[in-house]
């Protein structure tokens, strides 16, 4: 947690942006997997994290724009609380860890809510993405599901958005503390990597070392030798030499904020010279990106389309593309070889601000908004300011169906060229992945000069060992 000042400080400039009406920042509750009390590991909600810091479940902050006022909603825990869970601060003495001075019991927020709505006070809150949070809401605003949705401030989105997306120093502290632990975790699944070993013994390994260090694993970690399935979390494979190993996977630091990263690389600690080359191709997009990821640029256009452009000519030099790099980019054909954007926000949330995003939400209605608003959250209009912090994972992937359903479909004839392609139909995929804060002149890498191994040569050289 940071100190008050920081939440006192992000709460104010809340308020300045949207003026006015009461703000509700629901905080996640336990989630159970498969019977009540047995509950996932507890995350709490980015937003609720962003303005009030208590990473603790069932509190919930309400905010008065017009005042500036917060109060934190939440219960003393009671003895039969203590025996399960041990003795916690009073809501009180938590609200003073982050600057608010005004609590009340949870039992106090429908009437809370109700009079302030009653007096025709504009309720504003952000679209929930959670079963129980999306009740809590309708149960105080007296909505279907159907109409919460409908009614969530896009004024809210777009401000908390705005906020989050640009990260202060001590962001960029806590997102480094991130790096070194995924520093841990990627170097020490490469020291595993060898023939026999199984996926599940890696990523064992590296969650545990993502816990051991922080406040545990930032999404679910992809260890495989299936490298073309993008979210792969089967763990079942046996490595064998000849194949190659993709670990994506990042850690939170303590205070939440989250790193993410992904490195390919043989089993049998060499490349094979098809291996290097459509991992060099990879690499050229990766290294080349940072410096598109400038502040003012332009996310689509600037660095997504370049690094595809990068792609395109290397698939061009080994003989899968016909043509030049940008006739194979406009007419979409790299969609069959990276079906995924270069980027997306870091932060508190490892797809930063994605619980507001254009990929949960239908942004059509919006489309004005979201272009004049230039976050991360609706990527097609996306404008890098100074502080953004972001994914960089070009890849190229070879994906069967993916493959087949092209060529059935005609598609990107005389640009891709499928007879070749067909000899690479068991060659994986490969993603290199870092974390990259936009400057004036360009993106720098998070880690600084500590760097996870990514070149050919310091992979070799470091699987070697
Ligand atoms: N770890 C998922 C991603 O890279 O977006
Ligand atoms: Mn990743
Ligand atoms: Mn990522």
């Known amino acids: 947690m940071f100190s008050a000042t ?48 208590l990473n603790l479940p069932q509190f919930f902050g309400v905010i008065d724009a017009a005042t500036g006022e917060a109060t934190l909603f939440g219960d003393d825990v009671t003895v039969d609380d203590i025996i399960w869970m041990g003795p916690q601060p009073t809501v009180v003495e938590l609200g003073a860890q982050v600057g608010v001075a005004s609590t009340m019991p949870t039992s106090a927020l429908a009437q809370f809510v109700a009079t302030a ?31 919460l949705m409908k009614g969530m401030s896009v004024d809210l989105m777009f401000a908390v958005a705005q906020m989050r997306e640009t990260k202060s120093a001590e962001e960029i502290e806590a997102l480094e503390r991130a ?13 595993m990597c060898r023939a026999g070993v199984v996926e599940r013994e890696i990523a064992g390994a590296i969650e545990g070392i993502a816990l051991g260090q922080g406040a545990g694993i930032s999404f679910t970690s992809i260890v495989s030798q299936h490298g073309e399935t993008l979210h792969n979390h089967n763990y079942n494979g046996t490595l064998e030499n000849g194949r190659l190993l993709l670990v994506d996977a990042g850690a939170e630091s303590v205070e939440n904020y989250c790193s993410d990263h992904t490195r390919t690389y043989p089993v049998s600690g060499k490349f094979t010279d098809k291996q290097r080359d459509i991992y060099n191709i990879v690499l050229a997009a990766h290294q080349l990106s940072p410096q598109n990821m400038r502040t003012g640029a332009m996310y689509m256009e600037d660095v997504h389309r370049k690094a595809l452009i990068i792609l395109a000519e290397g698939l061009r030099g080994v003989g899968l593309i016909n043509g030049s790099a940008e006739d194979a980019v406009a007419a979409g054909a790299m969609y069959l070889f990276m079906p995924h954007g270069l980027s997306h926000g870091m932060g508190i949330d490892v797809h930063d601000c994605e619980a507001m995003g254009e990929r949960s939400y239908d942004f059509s209605a919006i489309a004005e908004r979201a272009a004049e608003s230039a976050t991360c959250i609706h990527r097609a209009t996306w404008r890098l300011r100074a502080g953004t912090v972001m994914s960089n994972e070009p890849g190229i992937y070879f994906i069967p169906a ?35 804060i936009v400057t004036d002149n360009g993106g720098r890498v998070i880690g600084g000069d500590k760097k996870i191994p990514v070149t050919v040569e310091e992979l070799e050289a470091f699987l070697s060992r």
């Open 179 to 191: 790096f070194h632990i995924g520093y841990d975790m990627h170097t020490t699944a490469m020291k």
């Open 117 to 147: 709505v009653a007096s025709g006070q504009k309720v504003h809150y952000l679209p929930p993405y959670r079963g129980k949070t999306t009740l809590q809401l309708c149960s105080l605003l007296g909505l279907t599901p159907e109409q």
């Open 6 to 53: 920081t939440y006192t400080a992000r709460r104010a400039e809340l308020c300045r942006r949207i003026g006015g009406g009461l703000i509700l920042i629901p905080g996640n509750g336990e989630a159970s997997y498969n019977y009540p009390n047995n509950t996932y590991h507890f995350r709490q909600d980015g937003t609720f994290l962003y303005y009030f810091g």
């Open 402 to 436: 993916l493959i087949d359903k092209s060529r059935a479909e005609g598609l990107y004839k005389g640009i891709v060229n499928y007879d070749k392609l067909d000899s690479y139909r068991d060659f994986g995929g490969i993603r290199i992945e870092d974390d990259i």
